[in-house]
């Protein structure tokens, strides 16, 4: 499976961004998803995370009523809806197949796409 992150852009605070993560690959459906951060000098940390049939999530707490993670199977993509956006938001997001949650195998990874948000 090949992951692509796309959407990411420069947004004031408050507004909203939706970034994408195109798969290729057959296998798409049968993984967990989900989405991690990197801002400078941090350490990646685990965003959001979506299951095989998009029918559970799971989300960090400081994103918890702001993010939804969601999937289209038929698309082979996974989406990452934003809003409220703050400035602590600001990283390069990152897309992976294999978990859903903070801890787990993690197969595969996108290669990132920047969210810069301004205050």
């Known amino acids: 499976v090949q992951l692509q992150a796309s959407g990411g852009g420069l947004v004031q605070a408050g507004g909203s961004l939706r970034l994408s993560c195109a798969a290729s690959g057959r296998d798409f459906s049968s993984y967990a998803m989900g989405w991690f951060r990197q801002a400078p000098g941090k350490e990646r940390e685990f965003v959001a995370g979506?299951?095989?049939?998009?029918?559970?999530?799971y989300y960090k707490e400081f994103v918890k009523g702001r993010f939804t993670i969601s999937r289209d199977n038929a698309k082979n993509t996974v989406y990452l809806q934003m809003n409220t956006l703050k400035p602590e938001d600001t990283a390069v997001y990152y897309c992976?197949?294999?978990?859903?949650?903070?801890?787990?195998?993690?197969?595969?990874w996108g290669q990132g796409t920047q969210v810069t948000v301004s205050s």
């Open positions: 992976e197949a294999g978990s859903m949650y903070p801890r787990g195998t993690y197969s595969y």
């Open positions: 979506i299951n095989w049939s998009g029918s559970s999530t």
